[in-house]
């Protein structure tokens, strides 16, 4: 199985600031023939589901502010979400669709 | 607009099982692969298995820790999906969400239903 791992854990950061999640993969998840990553970025809030917030490692999903945005490709990859929002205070999880699908174990986001 | 509403969820004993449903709207439903993630109170998401479509035989896939316990299934007259869940135990006590793939990965996802396993 493909391991996804994420660093931080946890990250406090001043509103307005940047924040920057890290996720490294067991496997290239870069896939030639169609020149895609096979990488996908959600959000959770307490008490909802998970929302898709990037996928091919950084196209934003529909509606997704532009502050938030993706990048890296094979194992390593990195959310970025610039100029955090109270709104923004949530766990977050890097996945991986390239052979199955597993997620991060996730990175909780609060606000300084 | 698209949903995805699950059910089913309940305080079953250990051993039992359960049978959770997924219900779509708003969207071809026959045209889009279904899967089940969970999630226990406080831990990350974990994949449990999808079924594909019509022209792909309706194939299941499975995350190893529920090949041969778990099985999903679909009816697209109805537009459900379906998780049966055998010989539940303790540690399967999780919000049970139905979501699905259709270009590329999840991109709508249901609010979950509560499985609870506890004598």
Redesign the interface.
Known sequence: ?IVMTQSPDSLTVSLGERATINCESSHNLFYSSNNND?L?W?Q?KPG?????LI??ASTR??GVPDRFSGSGSGTHFTLTISDLQAEDVAVY?C?Q?YT???????TKVEIK | EVQLVESGGSLVQPGQSLVLSCAGSGFIFSDSALHWVRQASGKGLEWIGRVRIRPNNYATEYGASFAGRFIISRDDSRNMAYLQMNNVQPDDTAVYYCTRTLLHTFDYWGRGTLVTVSS
């Open positions: 199985d096979y996908a959600f959770q909802q589901p998970p929302k898709l996928y091919w999903g529909y999880y996945q669709y199955g699908w597993t997620f991060g174990q996730g």
